[in-house]
């Protein structure tokens, strides 16, 4: 949580991209120990997250994050018939769901042209993903990229 609040933001083209390094910490809790965990995990942290960096917002970190653990959750119960793609694949949709369940809320009421929206979700996405598949290559022996 203490790494979330220091990491700088990244200016691609004019928009701010923070990478959100809580979503990766639930895709680990998904993959090795379930739904349950990883919702918990995801409520906690999520639940955190918005009362330290947001005040307009109040749940809607803890509620996305949750999702997102139920969904990555089921990684466990399948991590040894997925195939290692697949698995891939299915992380990149969760965090671009998170990611839009997110900013749908954030921008509500606001007007933002739909192709900044999905611009600013795909880089986020992107970010994230790309943070994971490192990290996961570099230190994790058996981890979820492998």
Request: hydrophobic residues 55%.
């Amino acid at each position: 949580m203490i790494f979330q609040i220091f990491i700088p933001e990244i200016n691609i083209n004019g928009l701010e991209i923070n990478p959100d390094l809580i979503i990766i910490l639930i895709a680990y809790f998904g993959y090795y120990y379930g739904r349950l965990v990883a919702i918990i995990i995801g409520f906690l942290l999520g639940l955190i997250q918005d009362l330290i960096t947001q005040y307009e917002l109040i749940g809607i970190m803890a509620f996305s994050k949750s999702i997102i653990g139920y969904i990555l959750g089921t990684m466990e119960l399948y991590h040894s018939i997925w195939h290692r793609n697949f698995r891939l694949f299915f992380i990149f949709i969760t965090y671009l769901l998170h990611f839009f369940i997110y900013y749908f809320f954030r921008f509500n009421g606001t007007t933002i042209s739909a192709i900044l929206f999905f611009k600013i979700i795909l880089l986020q996405t992107i970010l994230c993903f790309l943070i994971l598949f490192l990290f996961d290559r570099a230190i994790m022996k058996n981890g979820i990229t492998r």
